[in-house]
């Protein structure tokens, strides 16, 4: 009786759908499919992590048992299914060996597209097919029928109709595009073309995988899957540039061009979502190419329009600071980091700065001096000014502000004793040097002070000393304080009666003590319970500022059940109804919360009109 022929494919085969082909060309004839239960295994974990190519394997085994049952072919499952510790060790290739050795047991052809395994199967003695990827012409995605000219984005949910952004950078209008909804089949068909590429296409790639996502660069489209248990329904986000701006296309003072391409530098591309950042990184690293720097970029994904012979590289094993290690030995002269956002996208970034590198990084920002901000508690205050020099803000695709970042030692804008001078860092205006922002410490305090259209008769930095003076009288007392900045060498406080003799102390040792801490003269006087703070002929309390777990709570307990306006100095904030307590709660997650404890201080609760 002649022998069976049979094959035995692998998981290569059969996720790219290469098998299935063969068979339906009329390929082995009469032969036995037989599907190792370790590659079923395989195909099912895939699957069970949301990843795409799990789910196209197990379509091509349904195909095969299709065929099988219309006696096209003869198919059997056979095998164990592979361990926990087999599963753990897959990476090592211990699947693959599973496989393999159905193959052996069989004496079957042992089919594979995997050029590893084929080389790993011929040396263990078996009869081997390796079939090569079929080299077709690359065809235009589908996707692409949903982008028009001046589209920018295109954003795909299943039983969601279609919708794309459409316009010009800075000038966006979301519009629908289709009536009829997405569907699920309509979703696969689109991510299993975006895999396809990537697996075929040198200038395609997966960039990122997770469960339930996918982030593919196609050509100069990044393409961001989301499926279930990540996101509640499958989406698709694909987005792509509109033009090409070299940087002479900017309106760029010759200053600022000079400054960029002089020497290394630390420069940060700040501005909000959709603004231009990247386009305007990428037309920089393009100039300094130009100009005969080595240029290397830091991307996840790698989604900037660069010349080829600017590398980009990608985190490795999802860790830029690896890929830092590897940049620092290729000696760039200049590295574009796009986008620096995590505590440690700044360490890394500081650190290749530090080490000589010219760094250009691209951060979210609302302003320019937000960029700055982000840098505050990540990268220690004193080096800031050499790690980033210049903040250049884009917004709507052009560049509106400039700032250039210096280390001096100065008295800051507002105090006027020479004692208090201190390092501060000045954020000016690139073009026309005037000092916007200073950064410094005050206390154990970082302060962020606008220079610029503070009123002389209330310096900003008075709010921040009152802010001081109630933290230090509260190691004394946990009662509501009032204090009221009277110029820049003094103020006066109010407490209750019971609480002076311990803030004066003995002798008056702990008020000298205070105010020495302090820089500051302190007058204290008794707070009467019964009256309030007059401001324009309006009962202001300042109210004690404290926060739970979910709440900050502000504090008044004799304005128990009344209405109240809220104020942070003279900026009105909101209006609420005191509780039994004495107290207002504002979620903790919120920005009026934000607003509150940013200047605790200057917060104060007035009578609504009526009360």
């Not at 800031?384 to 800051?412: A, L, M, N, R």
């Not at 803030?503 to 000298?512: A, P, R």
Request: aromatic residues 6%; glycine residues 8%.
């Amino acid at each position: 009786m002649k022998e069976e022929f049979c094959i035995v494919p692998d998981t290569s085969v059969i996720i790219d759908g290469r098998i299935t082909a063969r068979l339906k060309a009329g390929d082995f004839k009469s032969a036995r499919v037989i599907i190792p239960e370790a590659l079923m295994s395989e195909l099912e974990a895939q699957a069970n992590r949301g990843k795409e190519m799990g789910f196209k394997g197990l379509e091509e085994l349904k195909e095969l048992s299709d065929m099988a049952k219309r006696g096209d072919i003869t198919l059997e499952f056979t095998g164990k299914r592979p361990s926990l510790e087999q599963i753990k060790l897959a990476s090592g290739g211990e699947i693959d060996a599973m496989i393999r050795g159905i193959a052996v047991e069989k004496n079957a052809l042992f089919i594979t597209s995997d050029r590893v395994q084929s080389e790993v199967a011929r040396a263990k003695g078996l009869n081997v097919e390796y079939l090569m990827p079929l080299v077709e012409e690359l065809k235009a995605l589908s996707i692409g029928d949903y982008f028009t000219d001046d589209t920018l984005s295109v954003h795909l949910k299943v039983n969601v109709p279609p919708y794309a952004k459409k316009g010009s950078v800075g000038k966006q209008k979301l519009v629908q595009i289709r009536e009829e909804a997405s569907t699920e089949k309509e979703l696969h068909t689109l991510i299993r073309e975006f895999i396809e590429r990537a697996k075929r296409d040198p200038d395609s790639h997966l960039e990122i995988e997770y469960e339930g996502v996918m982030v593919f660069q196609i050509g100069s489209m990044r393409i961001a899957v989301a499926q279930p248990p990540f996101s509640d329904g499958m989406e698709i986000t694909a987005v792509r540039p509109i033009a090409q701006v070299r940087l002479d296309d900017y309106r760029l003072s010759k200053e600022l061009k000079n400054r960029i391409i002089e020497r290394q530098r630390g420069i940060l591309v700040a501005g909000p979502p959709g603004a231009g950042k990247s386009t305007f990184a990428a037309s920089a690293a393009q100039v300094l190419y130009e100009q005969g720097f080595i240029v290397k970029t830091m991307e996840s994904p790698r989604d900037l329009q660069v010349p080829d012979a600017i590398t980009q590289y990608a985190p490795i094993q999802r860790d830029m600071e690896k890929t830092a290690d590897i940049l620092l030995l290729v000696r760039p002269d200049y590295t574009i980091y796009d986008e620096v956002r995590k505590t440690k996208d700044f360490q890394v970034f500081a650190d290749m700065r530090m080490a000589g590198v010219g760094m250009i990084g691209v951060v979210h920002a609302t302003r320019g001096v937000d960029a700055i901000q982000r840098l505050i508690g990540r990268v220690e205050l004193g080096i800031i000014p050499q790690v980033v020099d210049t903040v250049i803000f884009i917004d709507k695709g052009e560049v509106s502000k400039v700032y250039d970042v210096i280390f001096t030692v100065k008295v800051p804008q507002g105090m006027v004793e020479q004692d208090l001078a201190r390092p501060v860092i000045t954020i000016a205006d690139f073009e026309t040097k005037a000092v916007e922002y200073e950064i410094y410490t005050y206390g154990e305090q970082v302060v962020v002070m606008p220079v610029t259209g503070v009123e002389k008769e209330h310096p900003a930095t008075w709010g921040l000393a009152a802010r001081e003076i109630v933290k230090e009288l509260r190691k004394y007392t946990g009662n509501v304080i009032e204090v009221e900045i009277v110029s820049d060498s003094s103020a006066t406080v109010y407490m209750d009666e019971e609480d002076i003799a311990g803030v004066i102390g003995k002798g008056g040792k702990n008020i000298d003590l205070i105010e020495k801490r302090l820089g500051i003269h302190l007058d204290i006087r008794e707070k009467k319970r019964e009256k309030a703070k007059i401001k324009g002929g309006v009962k202001s309390f300042v109210p004690a500022v404290e926060h739970s777990k979910k709440y900050v709570l502000l504090t008044v307990k004799e304005l128990s059940g009344a209405t109240v306006d809220v104020y942070s100095g003279d900026e009105y904030l909101f209006t609420a109804t005191v509780g039994r307590k004495g107290d207002v709660k504002i979620g903790k997650e919120t920005e009026t919360a934000f607003r509150v404890m940013e200047n605790p201080a200057i917060i104060t609760m007035r009578l609504a009109p009526g009360e």
